[in-house]
């Protein structure tokens, strides 16, 4: 298995990953004709979900995102192959960080963060691209492939570009052996959880969402303030990111006021530019347990 990982890795995916940008996005190209037209990759699970998320949106008006959605999809995934090769410079340079000052004003303080954000645009390029030019040391909290010689590439690539990845079962630890306030955990917001029972329940475009509860529960425990990082395509290939405070004294904070926060901003996100999330995903296939709450309300948009 190993063998056959590493001719993959080394005779298919670097090469691929090595190739000109513009020769990789004419490929993207290619690759959108063929899972959107051809393939037809999980067209009604986004359908579904465009539709459920914006009811007051004609069928028309949705199947326009949905054609964006998947060339913006496909050049995504080109990205994240194409940065198993960028140098730091070459990320830096495509995706820029606006106001590093916010989170770096934490650290002056002598305090760690938690950073939210979700499956939104070239996520993978953010992720090799957060560390600079903030002070923390930036762990990225995961969930691990099934495959271990892929993992372990994966794990050594964002490694290399300054981030710390660590696996979710490995959190607790983590946090309890450091607490000096120097590190800037990354917990994705829009992932469904595994347990439903232990999850927040909110109203996420318009509908009833289980939500992690993971970054709040660690926030308050430790005081550790919570921001949010938003994503903006400038142009294809490029991207600038932005962070938003959330809460900064998280011990003052009642029983999921934090996960409300960072999910209304998501929410507000998505709505603006639907273009950029993850409408692939089977986000909705949680059931609500019975009697559970659902927080908040629907917000038509």
């Given amino acids: 298995m190993k063998i056959f990982s590493a001719l993959f890795y080394y005779g298919i995916v ?5 190739l000109p940008s513009r020769v990789l996005y004419l490929i993207s190209d290619l690759v959108f004709i063929l899972i959107y037209h051809i393939v037809r990759y999980r067209r ?46 070459d990320i830096h340079s495509r995706m820029f960080n606006r106001n590093p000052e916010l989170i770096n004003n934490y650290f002056d303080q002598g305090k760690s963060v938690i950073i939210t954000t979700g499956h939104y645009y070239s996520w993978e390029w953010w992720f090799l691209g957060i560390d ?53 955990y990354v917990f994705g917001s829009d992932q469904a959880p595994h347990n439903a029972k232990k999850a927040y329940w909110t109203w996420f475009l318009n509908q009833e969402t289980p939500v992690a509860f993971g970054a709040e529960k660690f926030a308050v425990e430790k005081d550790i ?39 209304a901003i998501l929410e507000e996100t998505i ?12 986000r909705w296939k949680r059931e609500k ?3 559970m709450k659902v927080h908040g309300k629907p917000n038509l948009v």
């Fill in 14 to 18: 670097i090469p691929f990953s090595s």
């Fill in 44 to 89: 009604k699970v986004v359908m579904q979900n465009l539709q459920n998320s914006f009811p007051t949106h004609s069928k028309k008006e949705n199947q326009v995102i949905a054609r964006k959605f998947y060339r913006q999809f496909c050049d995504t995934l080109i990205e994240g192959i194409k940065g198993l090769t960028m140098s730091r410079e």
């Fill in 132 to 184: 600079t030019p903030v002070k923390h040391k930036i762990v990225l909290i995961y969930k691990e492939l099934s495959n271990r010689y892929l993992e372990n590439k994966l794990k050594h690539i964002r490694s290399s570009f300054g981030v710390l990845p660590l696996p979710f079962q490995e959190v607790r630890t983590f946090f309890k052996d450091r607490e000096n306030g120097s590190y800037g």
């Fill in 225 to 263: 303030p919570v921001v949010f990082c938003r994503i903006y395509k400038i142009r294809r290939g490029y991207y600038e990111f932005e962070y938003v405070d959330i809460e900064s004294n998280p011990t003052a904070t009642q029983y999921g006021d934090i996960t409300a926060k960072y999910t």
């Fill in 271 to 282: 709505a603006k530019d639907p273009v950029g999330w993850l409408w692939t995903h089977k």
């Fill in 289 to 291: 347990p019975e009697g």
